[in-house]
């Protein structure tokens, strides 16, 4: 057996991957204002993969839709007298502040857990007062998403105290944005799989060209199922792997090949050495 190349920047090689998690909140589950059938099942599942298999990975980054109260949210909204046509427009779901912006009770379960084993999150929100379906579009949090559904906006997190139950965002420089974050090989799981996991997908893959990008599907549910296999097209001719969850990521040692300056975290660089920058998505 060849012995894997250590790391230039002591990351462990079987912890070169980022785990995405979309938007996994109670408005998308059965009894939220736009749930998604089956949502609180892959809630479920997903709350035991990251209780078992969190440790395969360097970070987990969560995002959720955080939308302006008033307004349309740039159009994302259909308020009355209009009616949602569930592709473009939608009934109010995941408003700032209310429970159904709040991450479902099985994830806070399993943060928990991982705040007390030490895993580093990352809590991302997106879609303030615009349309937002890919992660990448998000901002990170500075402080910890508290239990009961609130976030701090630009202009108060470094004002906020942290929040109780789950565990802070990372001191992360000012200047990173999510994008940054999207290096190596990266999962992703959440909800919908036809809308926010797929955008949330292409913009990785577009954002990393040097890490493979996989959907885990057995951890997603989808608004238009019956759209499944064009969605699975549609990602593939993006390169994109749609796999299951417990399917092997690679061949290499930890999934995928030994890391290059490429494949290295900004938040990991030794001195001297230089990762890439990700692309605009």
Known sequence: MTTPAPSPVGVSLPALRTL????????????????????????????????????????????????????????????????????DSWPPHCVQGTPGADYHPA????????????????????????????????????????????????????????????????????????PDLLVGPIDVVGLAFDYCVAASAKDAARANPVGPVRVLLDLTAAVHSEADPETVAQLAAAGITVADSDDPPGDGPGGYAAPTADLLDPLEVAPGVSASSPKES
Do not use: M
């Not at 109780?164 to 000012?174: A, I, K, T």
């Open 20 to 87: 995405l998690v979309v938007d996994v909140q109670n408005d998308f589950c059965e009894g939220g204002a736009l749930a998604v059938t089956g949502g609180a099942a892959v809630a479920e599942r997903i709350a035991d993969f990251l209780e078992d298999r969190a440790g395969e990975y360097r970070r987990v980054v969560l995002s959720r839709d955080w939308h302006e109260p008033s307004g349309t949210n740039g159009g994302h909204f259909a308020l009355p007298p209009g009616e949602p046509d569930y592709l």
């Open 107 to 178: 994830i806070i379960r399993a943060l928990a857990e991982l705040e007390e084993r030490g895993i580093e999150v990352v809590h991302v929100v997106k879609g303030e007062g615009v349309p937002a379906y890919s992660l990448a579009e998000g901002r990170i949090e500075r402080v910890a998403a508290s239990a009961d559904g609130n976030a701090p906006t630009p202009s108060d997190s470094s004002s906020l105290p942290d929040s109780p139950g789950l565990p802070d965002s990372p001191s992360l420089p000012g200047s990173l944005t999510v």
